[in-house]
């Protein structure tokens, strides 16, 4: 045990034991209505998050690490769709309101940000890092029961119905991604595909991937594990050309990306490289690596990009713009906003249900099946166990577009994405 999780168990005892002796009564009264949720003048169960007129949700961001021009992305999304939601009278006649907290992609930040703010909000719209998310699954899953929507898609998070990972965990993703560079990147049985990945729950989710369709397919991977303060990838492009590898697959961050595309083509090892979802960001565009990413460069990715040409983009992309015009676009601004109108959607089903709690909101997510918010895959929500999706688009870097990214394949899961058990 933690020493943390020693004191926070220690102090909710003693809190306990105050309530006991303020008054047994009125904490019977409580239970009548179930996980400890109060009744409103509306007849509606609320609990942990909702004072008042307002509902509180946290978010768990990067401003400052190895995901920060992201996080902010995400983030502002996230105020944006607020901010929307609370001018449409919000929900249930409450006010959304969004506390914010940054880690800076540090473990213990992460953590201790969580414990904060989890008795102070109905549940998290962000948590970026799968590793940090992992570190407290047991907490949520346990006594604290609060929804979930990461920005991060291990598979490790996967059976918990209170953390809902949203599209295909990195496993399927990389799965995909292969199965693009076997169909369109000319890789065949005999090959070896190199694959650099962060250290912990990330890197090591999307490693599987790779590993089960380099099996089906008759591929050799060649492994280069990484720390995400490890930005020179000088080191590990010489080893995959040395194991003459004939693609790279690259489970990290946009620093990463720059580097690894940027020492292979300063090199003259030409191979075509993709990554995770969250391992590319435009401001890369404006660097010396532009060139080559355009060139060589992929991203699989769990829905179509801010640049798509759909109805929900454009207006997303002006809403955004009107709100933050002097910032970027990027696909953060996609993951930020899905991940709140999820949220928003259980809790508009929840206020139907009449229950405003933790629990309320977790059921009423696992009943949306459906949920499509016009930026590519539909998401079906109502098994813990398995991916929202299968699915993933194939994106290629592009400055001529707007948020830096063209779609080279549209949304679609591999035969050996569906098959798949994680």
Same mark, same amino acid.
């Given at each position: 045990?933690?020493?943390?999780?020693?004191?926070?168990?220690?102090?909710?005892?003693?809190?306990?034991?105050?309530?006991?002796?303020?008054?047994?009564?009125?904490?019977?009264?409580?239970?009548?209505?179930?996980?400890?949720? *109060?009744?409103?003048?509306?007849?509606?169960?609320?609990?942990?998050?909702?004072?008042?007129?307002?509902?509180?949700? &946290?978010?768990?961001?990067?401003?400052?690490?190895?995901?920060?021009?992201?996080?902010?992305?995400?983030?502002?999304?996230?105020?944006?769709?607020?901010?929307?939601?609370?001018?449409?009278?919000?929900?249930? &006649?409450?006010?959304?309101?969004?506390?914010?907290?940054?880690?800076?992609?540090?473990?213990?930040?992460?953590?201790?940000?969580?414990?904060?703010?989890?008795?102070?909000?109905?549940?998290?719209?962000?948590?970026? &890092?799968?590793?940090?998310?992992?570190?407290?699954?047991?907490?949520?899953? &346990?006594?604290?029961?609060?929804?979930?929507?990461?920005?991060?898609?291990?598979? @490790?998070?996967?059976?918990?119905?209170?953390?809902?990972?949203?599209?295909?965990?990195?496993?399927?993703?990389?799965?995909?991604?292969?199965?693009?560079?076997?169909?369109?990147?000319?890789? /065949?049985?005999?090959?070896?595909?190199?694959?650099?990945?962060?250290?912990?729950?990330?890197?090591?989710?999307?490693?599987?991937?790779?590993?089960?369709?380099?099996?089906?397919?008759?591929?050799?991977?060649?492994?280069? /594990?990484?720390?995400?303060?490890?930005?020179?990838?000088?080191?590990?492009?010489?080893?995959?050309?040395?194991?003459?590898?004939?693609?790279?697959? =690259?489970?990290?961050?946009?620093?990463?990306?720059?580097?690894?595309?940027?020492?292979?083509?300063?090199?003259?090892?030409?191979?075509?490289?993709?990554?995770?979802?969250?391992?590319?960001?435009?401001?890369?565009?404006?660097?010396?690596?532009?060139?080559?990413?355009?060139?060589?460069?992929?991203?699989?990715?769990?829905?179509?990009?801010?640049?798509?040409?759909?109805?929900?983009?454009?207006?997303?992309?002006?809403?955004?713009?009107?709100?933050?015009?002097?910032?970027?676009?990027?696909?953060?601004?996609?993951?930020?906003?899905?991940?709140?109108?999820?949220?928003?959607? @259980?809790?508009?089903?929840?206020?139907?249900?009449?229950? =405003?709690?933790?629990?309320?909101?977790?059921?009423?997510?696992?009943?949306?099946?459906?949920?499509?918010?016009?930026?590519?895959?539909?998401?079906?929500?109502?098994?813990? *166990?398995?991916?929202?999706?299968?699915?993933?688009?194939?994106?290629?870097?592009?400055?001529? +577009?707007?948020?830096?990214?063209?779609? +080279?394949?549209?949304?679609?899961?591999?035969?050996?994405?569906?098959?798949?058990?994680?």
């Amino acid at each position: 045990m933690t020493t943390t999780t020693y004191v926070t168990r220690t102090a909710a005892g003693a809190l306990a034991a105050l309530l006991l002796l303020a008054g047994c009564s009125s904490k019977a009264k409580d239970s009548e209505n179930g996980d400890n949720g *109060k009744q409103s003048a509306g007849g509606i169960k609320t609990g942990e998050g909702i004072s008042g007129k307002t509902i509180t949700l &946290g978010a768990l961001t990067d401003m400052t690490g190895v995901y920060a021009t992201l996080g902010k992305s995400v983030t502002q999304a996230q105020q944006l769709y607020v901010k929307q939601l609370n001018a449409a009278g919000g929900v249930c &006649g409450y006010q959304a309101a969004l506390t914010v907290r940054d880690h800076g992609y540090d473990p213990q930040k992460a953590v201790s940000g969580y414990t904060e703010l989890e008795p102070k909000v109905l549940g998290f719209a962000q948590f970026i &890092g799968s590793p940090f998310v992992a570190a407290v699954k047991q907490r949520v899953d &346990g006594q604290d029961k609060g929804l979930v929507l990461p920005q991060a898609w291990s598979a @490790a998070l996967l059976g918990s119905p209170y953390i809902r990972v949203i599209g295909s965990t990195y496993d399927i993703e990389t799965i995909n991604a292969v199965d693009f560079l076997i169909k369109e990147k000319g890789i /065949k049985k005999g090959d070896k595909i190199g694959h650099v990945y962060f250290e912990g729950d990330y890197g090591e989710s999307a490693l599987v991937g790779s590993k089960h369709m380099a099996k089906e397919a008759g591929l050799t991977v060649v492994e280069q /594990k990484i720390k995400p303060t490890d930005n020179d990838m000088t080191a590990q492009v010489a080893a995959l050309k040395q194991a003459g590898v004939k693609a790279i697959v =690259l489970s990290a961050g946009p620093r990463q990306a720059a580097s690894l595309v940027g020492v292979a083509a300063a090199g003259g090892f030409d191979v075509p490289v993709i990554g995770n979802n969250s391992a590319f960001a435009p401001q890369l565009l404006a660097t010396q690596a532009a060139p080559a990413l355009m060139k060589n460069y992929y991203v699989a990715s769990p829905s179509l990009p801010i640049g798509a040409d759909t109805p929900e983009a454009r207006k997303l992309v002006a809403d955004y713009r009107a709100a933050y015009p002097n910032d970027a676009l990027d696909n953060g601004i996609v993951a930020g906003w899905t991940a709140a109108s999820a949220f928003g959607e @259980a809790l508009k089903k929840a206020c139907k249900n009449k229950d =405003l709690t933790r629990e309320g909101v977790d059921r009423a997510l696992l009943t949306i099946n459906d949920f499509d918010l016009g930026f590519g895959p539909v998401q079906d929500f109502t098994d813990p *166990k398995s991916a929202s999706s299968r699915e993933s688009v194939i994106l290629q870097p592009d400055k001529n +577009v707007t948020g830096g990214m063209k779609v +080279v394949r549209e949304a679609e899961a591999s035969e050996a994405a569906k098959t798949y058990s994680p």
